[in-house]
């Protein structure tokens, strides 16, 4: 079943949503995950990223392609659930939170999703401070998910969403994923370092 994050209204200073198009949008994206992972709260608190969504629909395939991409890294600096592979979808997803919570000590969650929107907006990700709400643009109660999260605005919300995403450009989605993957990773990486540095002082 398809279960897509519902865009909800943040403050300026707490949400960004830029165009995949628009040329700075590595570096904002960055410099945005840096500004939610500054925070002190978050210091020595294990980092997951959970990536949501399925592969047996176009427009909802955003979350695993994203963990797939984050899994290739092999990276030891955060713990990842959602790949193609083992997916997490709205069958498994409150056992996959309660799995995390039972194994990790208060984690600092990072939720990826697709989401539909505007159409004005589609094409855009949008990183947002608190929960997304998965399942919210097909009409779905699933758990929230994320401390913070990061959404990809694939298609256009508000008619037949099903039908919609099964009718979304796969290479639209597959572009949204690599810009995710990679400024997740990079910004993760500087987070590490910067900490570690200030450790050091």
Not at 30 to 53: E, K, M, N, T, Y
Not at 130 to 140: D, E, I, N, R, S
Request: charged share 15%.
């Amino acid at each position: 079943m398809n279960r897509l994050s519902k865009i909800t209204s943040r403050p300026e200073a707490s949400s960004l949503k830029i165009p995949h198009t628009d040329p700075n949008i590595h570096s904002a994206i960055i410099h945005r995950l840096l500004f939610h992972l500054s925070d002190a709260r978050i210091q020595h608190r294990p980092l997951v990223i959970v990536c949501i969504g399925t592969d047996r629909s176009t427009g909802d395939c955003l979350g695993p392609l994203v963990g797939t991409s984050l899994a290739r890294y092999n990276s030891s600096l955060f713990h990842l659930y959602g790949t193609l592979d083992e997916p997490v979808h709205a069958m498994n997803l409150k056992d996959t939170l309660t799995t995390i919570y039972e194994k990790f000590d208060n984690p600092f969650v990072i939720g990826i999703d697709a989401c539909l929107g505007q159409s004005s907006s589609v094409g855009s990700i949008q990183i947002s401070d608190g929960p997304l709400k998965p399942g919210a643009g097909v009409h779905k109660e699933l758990p929230p998910v994320g401390d913070i999260h990061v959404t990809g605005i694939v298609n256009v919300g508000g008619f037949m969403e099903y039908f919609v995403l099964q009718n979304t450009r796969l290479s639209l989605v597959m572009r949204l994923s690599d810009i995710i993957a990679t400024c997740l990773f990079a910004g993760i990486k500087e987070w590490n370092r910067s900490s570690l540095l200030a450790a050091q002082e």
